[in-house]
C-alpha cells in the first residue's frame, strides 16, 4: 500500500514477482534495430567545409594555369592537381566511400606542398599546412558518413 496522495494504490505487479522493468526484454528491441533500415549518411559541417577547402584549393591552381599559362611539364602537373583537388571535392561532398581516403591522400599530398611552400613564403605554407592537415582531419573522424547502409 502507498501513503503518497494520487499515487496508485496497488501497482501492478508482474507474474514473476518482480518489478515491470524486470521483464523488460532487451533482445527484443535489438532485433528490431537490426532489422530496421538504416538512416542514410549523414554529411557533416566539418565534411561540408573540408569539400569546399578541397574545391578551393582546386581552383586556385587551374585559375593560374588559365592567367598564367605555364609552360611544360609545370603546367601539366599543376593542371592535374587542380583537377584531383576538385574530384575529391566531389567525392567527399557526396560521401562516395572513395572519397574518404583519396581525401586524406589529397590533404598528405597539400601537406608536403605546403611544407615546401613555407620555405619560401612561410605564411602561405603556414596557412596551406593547416588546411590541408584539416582535410585531413576530417576524412579521418567522418568515417561513418562515408559508410553505406
Not at 12 to 40: N, T, W
Request: charged residues 15%; glycine residues 12%.
Amino acid at each position: 500500500m502507498n501513503d503518497r496522495p494520487g499515487a496508485d494504490p496497488d501497482p501492478p505487479e508482474s507474474p514473476s514477482g518482480r518489478s515491470r522493468y524486470e521483464d523488460f526484454d532487451l533482445a527484443e528491441l535489438q532485433a528490431a534495430q537490426r532489422r530496421a533500415p538504416r538512416p542514410p549518411a549523414r554529411r557533416t559541417p566539418t565534411i561540408t567545409v573540408a569539400a569546399i577547402v578541397l574545391a578551393v584549393s582546386g581552383l586556385q591552381p587551374l585559375i593560374l594555369v588559365v592567367a598564367f599559362r605555364p609552360g611544360g611539364a609545370t603546367g601539366v602537373a599543376v593542371a592535374v592537381w587542380g583537377v584531383l583537388c576538385i574530384v575529391t571535392a566531389a567525392l567527399v561532398v557526396t560521401l562516395r566511400p572513395i572519397g574518404r581516403p583519396l581525401g586524406i591522400v589529397v590533404g598528405g599530398i597539400g601537406v608536403v606542398i605546403a611544407v615546401a611552400t613555407a620555405r619560401s613564403s612561410p605564411v602561405n605554407g603556414l596557412i596551406g599546412i593547416a588546411l590541408t592537415g584539416f582535410v585531413i582531419y576530417a576524412c579521418a573522424v567522418s568515417g561513418p558518413s562515408f559508410r553505406r547502409g
